[in-house]
Nanobody, 123 residues
Framework: QLQLVESGGGLVQPGGSLRLSCAASGFTLDSYYIGWFRQAPEKEREGVSCVTKRGAGLNIADSVKGRFTISRDNAKNTVYLQMNSLKPEDTAIYYC????????????????WGQGTQVTVSS
């Protein structure tokens, strides 16, 4: 069974950092493009970052450029999202997703999704 599991979310103060992990089971991630998405209450889902099969990262959301970094460790079958200088507006449920086609912020292109991890930025 193909499964993605996110972890690493939590409560952090503004200006703090978190590292989210997206671990795969039942398949190997190295054949997939991986995206991170987020959805805040009463807002549309937003593409945050994606990473190619070779590990090239792309920040899709302008609001995270310079603060978030996506990376992958194929040996560990895991993709990470390092989030620095967090702001209250980063509060959302963060999801990772996988597709075989390309790196994109279009969620409809992804075939496999995790269950999400909550990130709350608040003092």
């Amino acid at each position: 069974q193909l499964q993605l599991v996110e972890s690493g979310g939590g409560l952090v103060q503004p200006g703090g950092s978190l590292r989210l992990s997206c671990a795969a089971s039942g398949f190997t991630l190295d054949s997939y493009y991986i995206g991170w998405f987020r959805q805040a209450p009463e807002k549309e889902r937003e593409g945050v970052s994606c990473v190619t099969k070779r590990g090239a990262g792309l920040n899709i959301a302008d609001s995270v450029k310079g603060r978030f970094t996506i990376s992958r460790d194929n040996a560990k079958n895991t993709v990470y999202l390092q989030m620095n200088s967090l702001k209250p507006e980063d509060t959302a449920i963060y999801y990772c997703a996988a597709n075989l086609r390309y790196c994109t912020g279009d969620g409809s292109q992804y075939d496999h999704w995790g269950q999400g991890t909550q990130v709350t930025v608040s003092s």
